[in-house]
């Protein structure tokens, strides 16, 4: 399974971006699929995942309001629209998928990752 991220940049605070995430196989095989990110020098963190039918959703706290995961399986793509973007949200943004059907914060349950895409939000 390949995994590949777009949709990244610089945005100022308030503003938005759309990331994308196309896969190589049909994410509709029964994987969720999740978003996770690396800020500057931290480790990375959960920010949001989606069951395999899209059904149930799961977001980090910090995002909780602003972001919204979406996919859509005959594209085989996943989606975060992220709104209101804060400074806090600069990191390196990685698409994964899952090896179970629901939903999880639990980076152990994703084996196959993209290669990242950057976000950067200036104050």
């Known amino acids: 399974v390949q995994l590949v991220e777009s949709g990244g940049g610089l945005v100022q605070a308030g503003g938005s971006l759309r990331l994308s995430c196309a896969s190589s196989k049909r994410t509709g095989t029964n994987n969720a699929m999740g978003w996770f990110r690396r800020p500057p020098g931290r480790e990375r963190e959960f920010v949001a995942s989606i069951s395999w039918r899209g059904m149930n959703t799961l977001y980090t706290d910090s995002v909780e309001g602003r972001f919204t995961i979406s996919r859509d399986n005959a594209k085989s793509a996943v989606y975060l629209q992220m709104d209101d973007l804060k400074p806090e949200d600069t990191a390196v943004y990685y698409c994964?998928?899952?090896?179970?059907?629901?939903?999880?914060?639990?980076?152990?349950?994703?084996?196959?990752w993209g290669q990242g895409t950057l976000v950067t939000v200036s104050s």
């Open positions: 994964a998928q899952s090896r179970y059907s629901t939903t999880s914060r639990r980076s152990d349950d994703f084996p196959y």
